[in-house]
């Protein structure tokens, strides 16, 4: 081995070592902040070595919460289309509040405000949400576009999970992330997707009348509805972007697309 690749092999395992120590230190810190000196005590690198590295202390913040990134991502990035993206979405919702739960000073990090640049990995998320709720779209259950959709869904998915982490003494009833998640959900999906909780409409109760049913029960229509204009609008858009049609000039299109976004997101009247 050259000494030029020593030297390389060193230099990452010093890297790798002081972000290694870094993230944990935050994980047992109390209020999740960690000095850059404990860091390099911890890490047994003189000061330089990890300016040299990482620039200053916020440098190395941004690195952990990186590193967080990667670490939440692990599992989505490989993970294959399940048959039902709806069944999909409520498991990654799930998953979102479960990392917070086991990180909760990392999660804390990775959305604090003194992060001034979003991580490329916080804009991975938002594209693999993105990507389920088009298919979701692609099947007619959305009834906003797939992009408005994303924003509600991941603003109140990290907005639970940082209120479970950040004022546990507060929020002590787990049980809320299901809830906000289903009340969500029954926003943004159509009214023939099952949702738990939701009350099925006059005419489409599963019992064959008008009743209710047990508090906290999932229905659905139980039969075909007619499809309302916002969902069929937001399907049409998703299918028109997977396979744009030749009979259309690229003008024509965009101007297509720009009609079924209003149709979309029209608020209800």
């Avoid at 916020?58 to 294959?80: F, I, M, Q």
């Avoid at 049409?236 to 697309?257: D, F, K, Q, W, Y």
């Amino acid at each position: 081995m050259s000494s030029d690749t020593v030297t390389a092999v060193s230099t990452v395992s010093t890297k790798a070592r002081i972000l290694e120590v870094a993230a944990t230190l935050v994980a047992q810190s109390p209020d999740g902040d960690v000095s850059t000196r404990a860091v390099c005590e911890a890490a047994g690198v003189g000061a330089p070595a990890l300016y040299r590295h990482f620039g200053d202390k916020e440098g190395l913040l941004s690195a952990v919460v990186d590193h967080g990134w990667d670490k939440y991502l692990a599992t989505k990035r490989n993970r294959p289309p399940g048959t039902d993206p709806v069944e999909d979405l409520r498991d990654g919702w799930d998953t979102h509040v479960e990392f917070a739960l086991a990180n909760p000073n990392l999660f804390r990090l990775m959305h604090s405000p003194a992060m001034r640049t979003p991580p490329a990995a916080a804009l991975e998320a938002h594209s693999i949400l993105t990507a389920d709720l088009q298919r979701a779209a692609a099947l007619g259950k959305l009834s906003i576009t797939p992009e408005a959709a994303a924003q509600a869904i991941m603003s109140a998915n990290v907005g639970v999970a940082l209120m479970l982490v950040s004022r546990p003494a507060t929020f002590t009833d787990k049980s809320v992330s299901r809830r906000v998640r289903d009340g969500v959900h029954a926003m943004v999906f159509t009214p023939d997707v099952t949702v738990p909780g939701r009350t099925a409409p006059p005419g489409t109760d599963p019992l064959g009348t008008d009743s209710p049913g047990p508090a906290g029960a999932a229905v659905t229509a139980a039969g075909p509805e007619e499809p309302s204009i916002t969902s069929a609008a937001a399907r049409l858009n998703t299918l028109l972007r997977r396979s744009p049609p030749s009979a259309l000039t690229p003008v024509e299109s965009a101007l297509l697309e720009e009609w079924l976004t209003r149709l979309t997101d029209e608020p209800p009247g």
